[in-house]
C-alpha cells in the first residue's frame, strides 16, 4: 500500500520513532515500509515523527535532528 500511495503522489505520515528503555537506542515503532520507500529513493533527510517526552535525548543522539 505505501507503494501505491508514493506512486500516486499521495501524502504519508512520516515514520514514528522511539527511545528504547535503555534511553540510548533508536527504533521504528512505526512506518518500516514508508523508511524502505526513501531509502529506495535514496533520501538524504526524511522527517520522522516521536513523542515529545523523547525530543530532549533524541536531540542528543541524533545531532543533525531539525525540530519544526
Given at each position: 500500500r505505501c507503494l501505491l500511495y508514493w506512486i500516486e503522489g499521495k501524502k504519508m505520515t512520516p515514520p514514528l520513532i522511539e527511545i528504547y528503555e535503555?534511553?540510548?537506542?533508536?527504533?521504528i515503532s512505526g512506518g518500516h515500509h514508508r523508511l524502505a520507500i526513501c531509502r529506495a529513493k535514496?533520501?538524504?533527510?526524511?522527517?520522522?515523527?516521536?513523542?515529545?517526552?523523547?525530543?530532549?535525548?533524541?536531540?542528543?543522539?541524533?545531532k543533525s535532528a531539525n525540530w519544526k
Open positions: 535503555d534511553n540510548n537506542h533508536l527504533f535514496v533520501e538524504k533527510q526524511v522527517p520522522f515523527l516521536t513523542k515529545p517526552k523523547y525530543k530532549d535525548r533524541m536531540s542528543e543522539i541524533l
